[in-house]
């Protein structure tokens, strides 16, 4: 198996894990104790680099991420023990949108670099 595959499947694994984390009892939200904004974009942040580096479409990736924090925090208002924050929604947006733009910049940056090896002639 290789790299790229087990990557894909720990994105996925991750994902379940937001799910888990998020519709679960309250009391087992893992928190940081800094605050639960650092949470949510930190969290979203790694998650989206992590897709990123299994397909390599940050924007694309960025916008279903961003669709799927909005849906995981509107079903928080499901269970009793939770409510769903607009604000939560936002900072992981956030995060999201930070780390696509981080990938779209090494992502560019790789490419180009990528080009002008290909181009340079080898003494």
């Known amino acids: 198996m290789d790299f790229k595959r087990l990557l894909k499947i720990g994105c996925v694994a991750a994902l379940v894990a937001f799910l888990f984390v998020g519709l679960g009892p309250s009391a087992w939200q893992p928190r940081s104790g800094i605050g639960w904004q650092v949470d949510h974009f930190a969290g979203y942040f790694v998650l989206t680099l992590m897709f990123c580096a299994a ?50 910049i090494f992502i560019r940056a790789r490419r180009q670099f990528q080009a002008k090896r290909v181009e340079t002639p080898k003494p």
Do not use: K, M, T
């Open 55 to 104: 397909w390599p479409r940050p924007f694309l990736v960025g916008g279903g991420l961003i669709v799927f924090a909005a849906l995981l925090e509107a079903l928080q208002a499901i269970p009793p023990d939770r409510d769903s924050n607009i604000f939560a929604v936002l900072y992981s947006a956030a995060g999201v949108l930070a780390a696509a733009l981080v990938a779209d």
